[in-house]
């Protein structure tokens, strides 16, 4: 699964692309790269997009993201992990594993 972060006038929001192995889930995970221990998970359901607006961004705070697809047979590896700076308008977001480059499309 790789990430894509987009925005809508003030509104942000992470979605991502469907999993191999027909999941009836997703989980998404984020934390504040200064405190990368404290891990929150979010069971989203069938949908493949999360509003960051209900997190509660905080200005100028560096976040780490990532999704894992589940069924009945268990929970997917990690997605991508996608590194950003709120409020930044990002032209290129930080991913974790291969390299890739993400364009965002206002």
Not at 23 to 47: A, M, S
Not at 60 to 79: D, I, K, M, P
Request: with cysteine; charged share 20%.
């Amino acid at each position: 699964m790789f990430l894509i972060l987009v925005t809508s006038g003030d509104a942000w929001e992470l979605s991502w692309n469907a999993s191999d192995g027909d999941p009836t889930g997703y989980n998404v995970f984020y934390c504040l790269l200064q405190t990368p221990d404290d891990v929150i998970k979010t069971d989203v359901g069938d949908v493949m997009v999360f509003e960051l607006d209900d997190i509660g961004l905080l200005s100028e705070t560096r976040y780490e993201f990532w999704v894992t697809a589940y069924n009945v047979s268990g929970e997917s590896s990690e997605s991508d992990h996608l590194r950003w700076t709120y409020p930044k308008d990002p032209i290129v977001i930080e991913t974790l594993g291969a390299p890739v480059i993400i364009t965002i499309m206002p």
